[in-house]
């Protein structure tokens, strides 16, 4: 007979949330950073300023390396097509929005779909999704390569109400400093 705790039930999962940035290797446009644009559409154009677009959550329901991931802001999961297409999906629960985290020799991650396992995640040079079949062509392999950066808090946008360093601000701003200490040393 085994003792069982009250606050576990059987075949509990644990669900963990982690932010990050995924960067992809072929990419030579922009920084090469995967963004979910709503609508539908993914790309690796992102750059480091569109912190909306290039947010992700990689959401994981056990220890294993099995995980969807999710845009931070829009709430839309990178899925594959019935076609192997990238496509973007409000309900993540699909199989096909569920990706295995493979690392390869050079330390960077490929993203394996668990349905198919012949399909990966991957851009070309201009940074557009390519189809999860074309894995095969050997001389394609790294843009199918992606290097991980987890992001603890990310910046919030700041509302600017015009240039506050510019070249004539800080000449009015030393201007008025040295009249003032004139006109204080002055009058002692």
């Not at 899925?79 to 050079?106: A, Y």
């Not at 800080?170 to 004139?182: H, Q």
Request: positive net charge.
């Amino acid at each position: 007979m085994s003792i069982r705790s009250p606050n576990l039930r059987p075949r509990e999962t644990l669900v963990t949330a982690k932010k990050l940035q995924l960067q992809c290797q072929c990419v030579t446009k922009g920084d090469g950073l995967v963004q979910f644009i709503p609508g539908r559409r993914v790309n690796a154009k992102g750059r480091q300023d569109d912190v909306n677009f290039i947010s992700l959550v990689a959401v994981t329901h056990s220890f294993g390396s099995r995980m969807r991931l999710r845009s931070q802001k829009y709430n839309e999961f990178l899925c594959f097509s019935q076609k192997g297409k990238l496509v973007l999906r409000r309900n993540g629960d699909n199989k096909r929005c569920v990706f295995k985290e493979r690392i390869t020799k050079d330390n960077f991650i490929e993203l394996q779909s668990v349905v198919k396992p012949n399909w990966f995640v991957g851009f070309n040079k201009k940074g557009r999704a390519l189809k999860g079949s074309h894995y095969k062509n050997t001389r394609r392999r790294n843009c199918f390569r992606f290097a991980k950066r987890e992001t603890k808090d990310l910046p919030k946008a700041r509302a600017t109400f015009g240039p506050k360093f510019t070249i004539k601000n800080t000449m009015i701003e030393r201007f008025r400093f040295s009249y003032a200490l004139k006109i204080s040393g002055s009058g002692t």
